[in-house]
T-cell receptor
Framework: GQQLNQSPQSMFIQEGEDVSMNCTSS?????WLWYKQDPGEGPVLLIA?????ELTSNGRLTAQFGTTRKDSFLNISASIPSDVGIYFC??????????????FGKGTKLSVIP | GAVVSQHPSRVICKSGTSVKIECRSL??????MFWYRQFPKQSLMLMAT?????????EQGVEKDKFLINHASLTLSTLTVTSAHPEDSSFYIC??????????????FGAGTRLSVL
């Protein structure tokens, strides 16, 4: 099946710094989604990307759908303590038999040092 | 964004008992709902996909008789963990995909259910 390689696995940054994380795959995806998960909670959708090359912002967050449709990145500018959490990329692709499946990356754990 | 409600958020039960978890899409109709399991410090693992009015499709290695899924309406899916054992203790998360919209590829997640089997 499809696999997503998400990096970095974890990162520690100072408050105010910018953050960048990405996902790559050998497979082509139709849609890229970025989620954030706080401890003990379900993932919350941050940004959805639908077209190759699409660049979308949501406040301090910016994400792009790679032109090859095999990668995506998420940037967080001017990080604040509440940005702490695990960020997951997820890609939608055809999985056969008329269905599409969402594949998740392994997550990037972000820690922000005040 | 769309809201998915999952209940209960936490449940503790004795070994051998069954536990039912509910997942509701509150402000949209979901033709497809998904059930995930998440182990500590790991990503989400898809257990099964359910379409309203039909049998769920289980991922390889997931026991369908152990994890009963019912998707009786466009807004409700349930997961029943039958004869739960300590190894079933985990974080279970449901997800719903909107029907009849342009953005059908977006999945919205519930807040999860922490199951502890004693």
């Amino acid at each position: 099946g499809q696999q997503l390689n998400q990096s970095p696995q974890s990162m520690f940054i100072q408050e105010g710094e910018d953050v960048s994380m990405n996902c790559t795959s050998s497979s082509i995806f139709n849609t890229w989604l970025w989620y954030k998960q706080d401890p003990g909670e379900g993932p919350v959708l941050l940004i959805a990307l639908y077209k190759a090359g699409e660049l979308t912002s949501n406040g301090r967050l910016t994400a792009q759908f790679g032109t090859t449709r095999k990668d995506s990145f998420l940037n967080i500018s001017a990080s604040i303590p509440s940005d702490v959490g695990i960020y997951f990329c997820a890609g939608y692709a055809y999985s056969g038999a008329g269905s599409y499946q969402l594949t998740f990356g392994k997550g990037t754990k972000l820690s922000v040092i005040p | 964004g769309a809201v998915v409600s999952q209940h209960p958020s936490r449940v503790i039960c004795k070994s051998g008992t069954s536990v039912k978890i509910e997942c509701r899409s509150l402000d949209f109709q979901a033709t497809t709902m998904f059930w995930y399991r998440q182990f500590p410090k790991q990503s989400l693992m898809l257990m099964a996909t359910s379409n309203e009015g039909s049998k769920a499709t289980y991922e390889q290695g997931v026991e369908k008789d152990k994890f009963l899924i019912n998707h009786a309406s466009l807004t409700l899916s349930t997961l029943t963990v039958t004869s739960a054992h300590p190894e079933d203790s985990s974080f279970y998360i449901c997800s719903a995909r909107a029907a009849g919209t342009q953005r059908v590829n977006i999945q919205y997640f519930g807040a999860g259910t922490r199951l502890s089997v004693l």
